[in-house]
């Protein structure tokens, strides 16, 4: 089993020369992809170093040079990629020995799969960011609570109450992307989530250890999902983004009406401002209508699912 891993590099500078010793220190792992995507921090220094020290790491940039966000970047890591398959680090965590063994012998057994997905761990830096992080409700491994057949997947995923499950812990035929599409580049928040559905409706994804890590994400002050922006808002354009996408896509309807329900339901809390203290929104009020209007037999399926669900903003 040969792997290239992708690593986004945004302001990582401290974090990089583990994550990429990780990664090499896998006896899968063919090439990491180092994608340097704008840093302000000096990590692009670190990466012309660890590009130069390694002769299995390769550095790439955005042609301008600029910020483009992770989901360009790992674009452009899968884009450069050769080998079979392809897993993603975060560019501040790291993998834990033996990352790829559960599933390179899951490939093995059954050539019908598409990727392999497994729980993570979260290491905590300082006390406030565990704070924080234990605050917003998340938990201190990242995993799906069950197992469940590859079909059932992306409807527990857009359900968001069974957990889910990261980038860190996927790792996937590199052809699976010509049926899921691209990361979307217009999500500088949340398409990694975007991605992992858009895999489960058209690829085989199966569980591999779902009790133990196979990497570490890291919390730190310079998390973004520390950095208390409205989980409503960003939310919803997770959600119409995928939902506009499963249309293009001809996904099915009851599928099509569960994103159709989370799209509502986070325009319902925006309309109600129920974020730290938020202004309630007149305007989000005026689109949950006007959306319903829109698509009536959606709003009907929706409608009736909606005692089913738990929601979770984002």
């Not at 598409?114 to 990242?142: C, K």
């Not at 890590?213 to 808002?233: C, D, E, M, Q, T």
């Not at 099915?252 to 319902?268: D, E, I, P, T």
């Amino acid at each position: 089993m040969q792997v290239t891993v992708v690593i986004p590099v945004y302001n990582a500078r401290d974090y990089l020369e583990q994550a990429v010793g990780s990664a090499l220190g896998q006896n899968q792992t063919e090439r990491v992809i180092l994608v340097e995507d704008g840093s302000r921090d000096g990590s692009l220094a670190v990466c012309k170093r660890l590009e130069s020290r390694h002769r299995r790491v390769l550095l790439l940039r955005h042609p301008d040079g600029g910020n483009h966000g992770a989901g360009a970047s790992r674009n452009l890591g899968i884009a450069k990629a050769e080998s079979p398959f392809v897993a993603f680090l975060d560019a501040d965590d790291y993998y834990l020995e033996g990352r790829f063994g559960v599933a390179e012998s899951l490939f093995a057994e059954d050539r019908g799969i598409d990727g392999v997905y497994e729980a993570i761990a979260v290491r905590f830096d300082d006390s406030e960011s565990a704070r924080r992080w234990r605050s917003q409700g998340f938990e201190e491994l990242t995993t799906l609570k069950r197992e469940v057949p590859p079909e059932e997947l992306c409807d527990l995923l857009i359900a968001c109450d069974s957990g889910s499950f990261h980038l860190n812990g996927l790792v996937v035929r590199r052809k699976a992307f010509d049926r899921s599409g691209s990361f979307f580049e217009s999500l500088r928040l949340h398409q990694d989530t975007a991605m992992t559905i858009q895999l489960a409706q058209f690829c085989r994804l199966v569980p591999g250890r779902l009790d133990e890590p196979v990497a570490v994400r890291r919390v730190h002050p310079g998390n973004r999902y520390l950095s208390g922006y409205n989980p409503y808002r960003t939310g919803l354009k997770l959600w119409n983004t995928l939902f506009h996408w499963a249309r293009e896509r001809e996904v099915a309807g009851s599928r099509l009406a569960s994103l159709f329900l989370n799209c509502q339901y986070h325009r319902y809390r925006l309309a109600l401002g129920s974020h730290r203290g938020d202004s309630p929104s007149t305007a989000q009020g005026l689109s949950l209508l006007l959306q319903a209007i829109a698509h009536p037999m959606l709003a009907s399926k929706a409608w009736r699912q909606r005692k089913k669900r738990r929601f979770r903003a984002g």
